[in-house]
């Protein structure tokens, strides 16, 4: 069985590169919902409260959601497929899955094996096409660069085999270069990429997202609110309260960059309070206004934290806007990355 979109009459949606599909500027991001007895665990969850936060997004017009089989070893799959467990073809979203990231089931917090080798992918696609209870996945991405010595050109083209074979709609890359990316072109379009990218990370914007946009290729970004920094709901107590099974409890941005990362957020404050917008929506809308973004992936782990960001995919910040959050960036010293798009072009790829 494919999934086919959502027929959203809230939300505007925009053309994922070549794929034919068209989503929605914001998607459901499911990583936090794989728990937190895994490598890079959110802490524990709930999930019930997922599959709540999975079906209002849903019914709030948001037509994809993201996943990947590392995601607390299947765990964010197999909820994902409870939750659209009963929906018609028309409600269901798209849904996006990762391979190349494999956990040891008996040591769930050992870190993951980057593998790129050929039977290891089929091998992956099955269980995802198992635990998410679909034929066909809508679009299956590479996490990231295996580490066991398998060229690009190889494992991507097992992952257009998978397309030809039916059993993914489309392929694409996650967390590869501009080296990598032209590699596996060579061999057979890459129809999306997903890089990270937020206001604090930004260092995409300096090569990739200028290449994908020149190729056709769609451009779905993670972590845009930088693991919740830019919510205006972290601060040094919370941070200090984050329990050791959150991967956010050890990571720089958290530690030792939190005061500049708190300066940062407390500008897009000010440009939330002038919009009637939420600082997550803000956040989100930043990373939306750069031309080649198609849309950006927003986790949740319930109802309410949806409606945080669901505002983004309508909200349009003008070049004034930008170049404040860019006096902002320079003056904070977070992160690395270009500071705002080319003079006129926020906002050009808005529907």
Same mark, same amino acid.
């Given at each position: 069985?494919?999934?086919?979109?959502?027929?959203?009459k809230?939300?505007?949606?925009?053309?994922?590169?070549?794929?034919?599909?068209?989503?929605?500027r914001?998607?459901?991001g499911?990583? @936090?919902?794989?728990?937190?007895?895994?490598a890079?665990?959110?802490?524990?969850?709930? =999930?019930?409260?997922?599959?709540?936060?999975?079906?209002?997004?849903v019914?709030?017009? #948001?037509?994809?959601?993201?996943? @990947?089989?590392?995601?607390? *070893?299947?765990?964010?799959e197999?909820?994902i497929?409870?939750?659209?467990?009963?929906?018609?073809?028309?409600?269901?979203?798209?849904?996006?899955? &990762?391979?190349?990231?494999?956990?040891?089931?008996?040591?769930?917090?050992?870190?993951?094996?980057?593998v790129? @080798?050929?039977?290891?992918?089929?091998? /992956? $696609?099955?269980?995802?096409l198992?635990? %998410?209870?679909?034929d066909?996945? +809508?679009?299956?991405?590479?996490? !990231?660069p295996?580490?066991?010595?398998?060229?690009v050109g190889?494992?991507?083209?097992?992952l257009l085999?998978? &397309?030809?074979?039916?059993?993914?709609?489309? @392929?694409?890359?996650?967390n590869?270069?501009?080296?990598q %990316?032209?590699?596996?072109?060579?061999?057979g379009h $890459?129809?999306?990429?997903?890089?990270?990218?937020?206001?604090i990370?930004?260092?995409a914007? /300096?090569?990739?997202?200028?290449?994908?946009?020149?190729?056709?290729?769609?451009?779905?970004?993670y972590?845009?609110?930088?693991?919740? *920094? %830019?919510?205006?709901?972290?601060?040094?107590?919370?941070?200090?309260?984050?329990?050791?099974?959150?991967?956010?409890?050890? +990571?720089r941005?958290? &530690?030792?960059?939190?005061a500049?990362? *708190?300066q940062?957020?407390?500008?897009?404050?000010?440009?939330?309070?002038?919009?009637?917008?939420?600082?997550?929506?803000?956040?989100?809308?930043?990373?939306?206004? !750069?031309?080649?973004v198609?849309?950006?992936?927003?986790?949740?782990?319930k109802? =309410?934290? #949806?409606?945080?960001?669901?505002?983004?995919?309508?909200?349009?910040? =003008?070049t004034?806007?930008?170049g404040?959050?860019?006096?902002?960036?320079?003056?904070?010293?977070?992160?690395?990355?270009?500071?705002q798009p080319?003079?006129?072009?926020a906002g050009?790829?808005?529907?």
């Amino acid at each position: 069985m494919n999934l086919s979109a959502s027929a959203s009459k809230e939300l505007p949606t925009v053309p994922l590169g070549r794929t034919g599909m068209h989503i929605t500027r914001v998607g459901f991001g499911s990583w @936090a919902l794989g728990g937190g007895d895994w490598a890079a665990g959110w802490g524990d969850q709930s =999930d019930t409260d997922s599959i709540a936060a999975i079906r209002h997004a849903v019914a709030a017009g #948001v037509n994809w959601i993201d996943t @990947a089989a590392i995601y607390g *070893l299947g765990r964010s799959e197999s909820v994902i497929a409870q939750a659209l467990r009963g929906m018609s073809a028309s409600e269901r979203p798209y849904v996006f899955t &990762k391979c190349g990231l494999l956990g040891d089931p008996a040591d769930p917090r050992r870190p993951p094996r980057f593998v790129g @080798a050929p039977d290891s992918i089929r091998r /992956e $696609v099955e269980g995802s096409l198992r635990r %998410l209870e679909v034929d066909c996945i +809508d679009l299956y991405q590479m996490h !990231w660069p295996p580490k066991d010595g398998t060229p690009v050109g190889v494992y991507w083209q097992i992952l257009l085999d998978l &397309k030809k074979e039916g059993k993914i709609r489309a @392929a694409g890359l996650s967390n590869h270069d501009l080296a990598q %990316l032209a590699a596996a072109e060579a061999v057979g379009h $890459v129809d999306t990429l997903q890089p990270p990218f937020s206001a604090i990370r930004r260092e995409a914007a /300096e090569r990739e997202i200028g290449w994908c946009a020149a190729h056709g290729t769609g451009v779905i970004v993670y972590s845009p609110m930088q693991s919740g *920094l %830019l919510t205006g709901a972290i601060n040094a107590h919370r941070v200090a309260a984050l329990p050791a099974d959150d991967w956010r409890s050890g +990571d720089r941005e958290f &530690k030792e960059n939190l005061a500049r990362n *708190l300066q940062l957020t407390d500008a897009l404050a000010r440009v939330a309070k002038r919009r009637g917008a939420s600082i997550a929506a803000v956040a989100v809308a930043w990373t939306l206004a !750069w031309p080649g973004v198609t849309g950006a992936i927003v986790g949740a782990r319930k109802p =309410d934290q #949806v409606d945080g960001w669901l505002g983004a995919a309508t909200l349009d910040l =003008d070049t004034e806007e930008m170049g404040e959050i860019a006096g902002a960036i320079r003056a904070s010293r977070a992160g690395g990355g270009p500071d705002q798009p080319a003079r006129g072009a926020a906002g050009a790829d808005r529907p």
